[in-house]
T-cell receptor
Protein backbone atom coordinates (compact mmCIF):
# COMPACT_ATOMS: atom_id res chain seq x y z
CA UNK A 1 0.00 0.00 0.00
CA UNK A 2 1.26 3.47 -0.87
CA UNK A 3 2.08 5.43 2.26
CA UNK A 4 1.24 8.97 3.27
CA UNK A 5 3.14 11.37 5.50
CA UNK A 6 1.42 14.07 7.53
CA UNK A 7 2.55 16.43 10.29
CA UNK A 8 1.61 15.19 13.75
CA UNK A 9 -0.24 18.34 14.73
CA UNK A 10 -1.25 21.83 13.64
CA UNK A 11 -2.81 24.78 15.41
CA UNK A 12 -5.13 27.36 14.00
CA UNK A 13 -7.17 30.28 15.21
CA UNK A 14 -10.92 30.20 14.87
CA UNK A 15 -12.26 31.71 11.65
CA UNK A 16 -8.88 31.36 9.93
CA UNK A 17 -8.02 28.92 7.13
CA UNK A 18 -6.18 25.69 7.86
CA UNK A 19 -3.94 24.03 5.29
CA UNK A 20 -3.19 20.39 6.03
CA UNK A 21 -0.40 18.90 3.91
CA UNK A 22 -0.01 15.28 2.93
CA UNK A 23 2.92 13.73 1.09
CA UNK A 24 2.38 10.57 -0.97
CA UNK A 25 5.42 10.30 -3.21
CA UNK A 26 4.77 6.62 -4.07
CA UNK A 27 1.20 7.18 -5.25
CA UNK A 28 0.13 5.04 -8.18
CA UNK A 29 -1.95 6.14 -11.14
CA UNK A 30 -5.11 4.49 -9.82
CA UNK A 31 -4.84 5.74 -6.23
CA UNK A 32 -7.52 8.15 -5.14
CA UNK A 33 -6.64 10.59 -2.34
CA UNK A 34 -9.17 10.44 0.48
CA UNK A 35 -9.44 12.51 3.63
CA UNK A 36 -11.30 11.42 6.72
CA UNK A 37 -11.44 13.13 10.08
CA UNK A 38 -12.12 11.82 13.55
CA UNK A 39 -13.72 14.09 16.09
CA UNK A 40 -13.08 13.34 19.77
CA UNK A 41 -14.87 10.20 20.97
CA UNK A 42 -16.37 9.49 17.55
CA UNK A 43 -15.68 7.22 14.60
CA UNK A 44 -13.98 8.69 11.55
CA UNK A 45 -16.05 10.54 8.97
CA UNK A 46 -15.49 11.15 5.28
CA UNK A 47 -14.35 14.63 4.31
CA UNK A 48 -13.41 14.67 0.63
CA UNK A 49 -11.61 12.74 -2.07
CA UNK A 50 -9.97 13.40 -5.43
CA UNK A 51 -7.88 11.86 -8.17
CA UNK A 52 -6.15 14.60 -10.17
CA UNK A 53 -8.21 17.78 -10.15
CA UNK A 54 -8.83 20.04 -7.19
CA UNK A 55 -12.13 19.34 -5.45
CA UNK A 56 -14.49 21.40 -3.33
CA UNK A 57 -17.38 20.40 -1.14
CA UNK A 58 -19.29 21.91 1.75
CA UNK A 59 -16.72 20.72 4.28
CA UNK A 60 -13.39 21.48 2.63
CA UNK A 61 -11.29 21.83 -0.50
CA UNK A 62 -8.65 19.44 -1.74
CA UNK A 63 -5.71 20.78 -3.72
CA UNK A 64 -3.70 18.11 -5.54
CA UNK A 65 -0.21 18.78 -6.87
CA UNK A 66 0.30 18.39 -10.58
CA UNK A 67 2.61 15.39 -10.07
CA UNK A 68 0.14 13.99 -7.46
CA UNK A 69 2.96 13.38 -5.01
CA UNK A 70 1.35 15.68 -2.47
CA UNK A 71 -1.98 17.21 -1.62
CA UNK A 72 -3.42 19.77 0.78
CA UNK A 73 -6.72 19.73 2.59
CA UNK A 74 -8.02 23.24 3.12
CA UNK A 75 -10.54 24.16 5.78
CA UNK A 76 -11.53 27.65 4.72
CA UNK A 77 -12.70 29.00 8.07
CA UNK A 78 -11.88 26.79 11.00
CA UNK A 79 -14.42 26.49 13.77
CA UNK A 80 -14.04 24.88 17.17
CA UNK A 81 -16.00 21.92 15.82
CA UNK A 82 -13.24 21.28 13.27
CA UNK A 83 -10.84 20.23 16.03
CA UNK A 84 -10.11 16.62 15.11
CA UNK A 85 -7.52 14.23 13.76
CA UNK A 86 -7.40 14.43 9.96
CA UNK A 87 -6.27 11.40 8.00
CA UNK A 88 -4.95 11.41 4.43
CA UNK A 89 -5.50 7.98 2.85
CA UNK A 90 -4.71 6.53 -0.56
CA UNK A 91 -7.21 4.07 -2.00
CA UNK A 92 -6.79 2.07 -5.16
CA UNK A 93 -10.47 1.51 -5.84
CA UNK A 94 -9.74 -0.59 -8.88
CA UNK A 95 -8.14 -3.30 -6.79
CA UNK A 96 -10.08 -5.25 -4.18
CA UNK A 97 -7.52 -4.22 -1.59
CA UNK A 98 -8.68 -0.67 -2.09
CA UNK A 99 -11.90 -1.43 -0.28
CA UNK A 100 -10.30 -1.02 3.12
CA UNK A 101 -8.99 2.23 4.54
CA UNK A 102 -5.34 2.25 5.63
CA UNK A 103 -4.99 4.96 8.26
CA UNK A 104 -1.69 6.51 9.26
CA UNK A 105 -1.17 8.66 12.31
CA UNK A 106 -3.02 11.66 10.93
CA UNK A 107 -2.70 15.34 11.85
CA UNK A 108 -4.27 16.51 15.08
CA UNK A 109 -5.78 19.95 14.49
CA UNK A 110 -6.25 22.26 17.43
CA UNK A 111 -8.47 25.29 16.89
CA UNK A 112 -8.01 28.15 19.31
CA UNK A 113 -10.85 30.57 20.02
CA UNK B 1 -30.63 7.31 7.50
CA UNK B 2 -30.10 6.20 11.08
CA UNK B 3 -26.37 5.69 10.73
CA UNK B 4 -24.21 2.79 11.81
CA UNK B 5 -24.90 1.57 15.33
CA UNK B 6 -22.74 -0.56 17.58
CA UNK B 7 -23.53 -2.40 20.76
CA UNK B 8 -22.35 -2.28 23.46
CA UNK B 9 -20.62 1.06 23.57
CA UNK B 10 -18.38 -0.05 26.40
CA UNK B 11 -17.33 -3.48 27.60
CA UNK B 12 -15.13 -4.34 30.56
CA UNK B 13 -14.10 -7.94 30.88
CA UNK B 14 -11.56 -10.08 32.65
CA UNK B 15 -8.69 -11.71 30.85
CA UNK B 16 -9.68 -15.06 29.43
CA UNK B 17 -13.35 -14.25 28.96
CA UNK B 18 -15.11 -14.21 25.61
CA UNK B 19 -16.80 -11.07 24.29
CA UNK B 20 -19.08 -10.39 21.34
CA UNK B 21 -19.81 -7.06 19.69
CA UNK B 22 -22.61 -6.24 17.30
CA UNK B 23 -22.71 -3.81 14.38
CA UNK B 24 -25.83 -2.71 12.54
CA UNK B 25 -24.88 -1.02 9.26
CA UNK B 26 -26.85 1.50 7.25
CA UNK B 27 -29.67 -0.54 5.76
CA UNK B 28 -28.87 -0.34 2.04
CA UNK B 29 -25.12 -0.79 2.49
CA UNK B 30 -23.80 -4.13 1.28
CA UNK B 31 -20.23 -3.65 2.53
CA UNK B 32 -19.23 -3.86 6.17
CA UNK B 33 -15.84 -3.36 7.79
CA UNK B 34 -14.32 -3.87 11.21
CA UNK B 35 -11.39 -1.79 12.45
CA UNK B 36 -9.50 -1.63 15.74
CA UNK B 37 -8.06 1.55 17.22
CA UNK B 38 -5.69 1.87 20.16
CA UNK B 39 -5.00 5.12 21.97
CA UNK B 40 -3.14 7.67 19.89
CA UNK B 41 -3.16 5.54 16.76
CA UNK B 42 -5.25 5.54 13.61
CA UNK B 43 -7.75 2.74 13.10
CA UNK B 44 -6.38 -0.56 11.76
CA UNK B 45 -8.35 -2.74 9.37
CA UNK B 46 -9.48 -6.12 10.66
CA UNK B 47 -11.92 -7.59 8.17
CA UNK B 48 -14.36 -6.81 5.37
CA UNK B 49 -17.68 -8.31 4.23
CA UNK B 50 -19.53 -7.87 0.99
CA UNK B 51 -23.05 -9.01 1.73
CA UNK B 52 -22.58 -12.17 3.81
CA UNK B 53 -19.20 -13.11 2.33
CA UNK B 54 -16.07 -12.33 4.31
CA UNK B 55 -13.71 -11.23 1.54
CA UNK B 56 -10.64 -10.02 3.40
CA UNK B 57 -9.07 -10.59 6.78
CA UNK B 58 -6.07 -8.79 8.24
CA UNK B 59 -3.17 -10.64 9.79
CA UNK B 60 -4.20 -8.79 12.96
CA UNK B 61 -7.23 -11.06 13.12
CA UNK B 62 -5.77 -13.93 15.12
CA UNK B 63 -7.47 -17.28 15.62
CA UNK B 64 -9.16 -15.88 18.71
CA UNK B 65 -11.11 -13.43 16.60
CA UNK B 66 -14.07 -14.36 14.44
CA UNK B 67 -16.50 -12.19 12.55
CA UNK B 68 -19.78 -13.09 10.94
CA UNK B 69 -22.45 -11.43 8.87
CA UNK B 70 -24.96 -14.25 8.53
CA UNK B 71 -27.70 -12.59 6.50
CA UNK B 72 -25.74 -9.79 4.96
CA UNK B 73 -27.19 -7.29 7.41
CA UNK B 74 -25.81 -6.97 10.96
CA UNK B 75 -22.40 -8.34 11.89
CA UNK B 76 -20.82 -9.71 15.03
CA UNK B 77 -17.20 -9.72 16.11
CA UNK B 78 -16.25 -12.26 18.77
CA UNK B 79 -13.02 -12.35 20.69
CA UNK B 80 -12.30 -15.56 22.57
CA UNK B 81 -9.97 -15.82 25.56
CA UNK B 82 -9.43 -12.09 25.70
CA UNK B 83 -5.98 -10.71 26.49
CA UNK B 84 -5.00 -7.32 27.86
CA UNK B 85 -3.59 -6.44 24.45
CA UNK B 86 -7.09 -6.70 23.02
CA UNK B 87 -8.07 -3.53 24.88
CA UNK B 88 -8.99 -1.05 22.17
CA UNK B 89 -11.86 0.70 20.41
CA UNK B 90 -13.53 -1.58 17.88
CA UNK B 91 -15.05 0.37 15.03
CA UNK B 92 -17.53 -0.82 12.44
CA UNK B 93 -18.15 0.91 9.13
CA UNK B 94 -20.47 0.28 6.22
CA UNK B 95 -20.59 1.46 2.64
CA UNK B 96 -22.21 1.01 -0.73
CA UNK B 97 -20.24 1.56 -3.89
CA UNK B 98 -21.77 4.46 -5.77
CA UNK B 99 -20.35 6.25 -8.79
CA UNK B 100 -17.12 4.33 -8.42
CA UNK B 101 -16.47 5.32 -4.83
CA UNK B 102 -17.59 3.79 -1.55
CA UNK B 103 -17.54 6.32 1.23
CA UNK B 104 -17.37 4.51 4.54
CA UNK B 105 -19.69 5.52 7.36
CA UNK B 106 -18.41 4.67 10.80
CA UNK B 107 -20.26 3.78 13.96
CA UNK B 108 -19.38 5.21 17.38
CA UNK B 109 -17.31 2.16 18.30
CA UNK B 110 -17.23 -0.32 21.16
CA UNK B 111 -14.53 0.37 23.73
CA UNK B 112 -13.16 -2.86 25.17
CA UNK B 113 -11.17 -2.92 28.39
CA UNK B 114 -9.60 -6.21 29.40
CA UNK B 115 -8.53 -6.32 33.04
Amino acid sequence: DAKTTQPNSMESNEEEPVHLPCNHSTISGTDYIHWYRQLPSQGPEYVIHGLTSNVNNRMASLAIAEDRKSSTLILHRATLRDAAVYYCILRDVIKAAGNKLTFGGGTRVLVKP
Amino acid sequence: DTGVSQDPRHKITKRGQNVTFRCDPISEHNRLYWYRQTLGQGPEFLTYFQNEAQLEKSRLLSDRFSAERPKGSFSTLEIQRTEQGDSAMYLCASSRRREGIDEQFFGPGTRLTVL
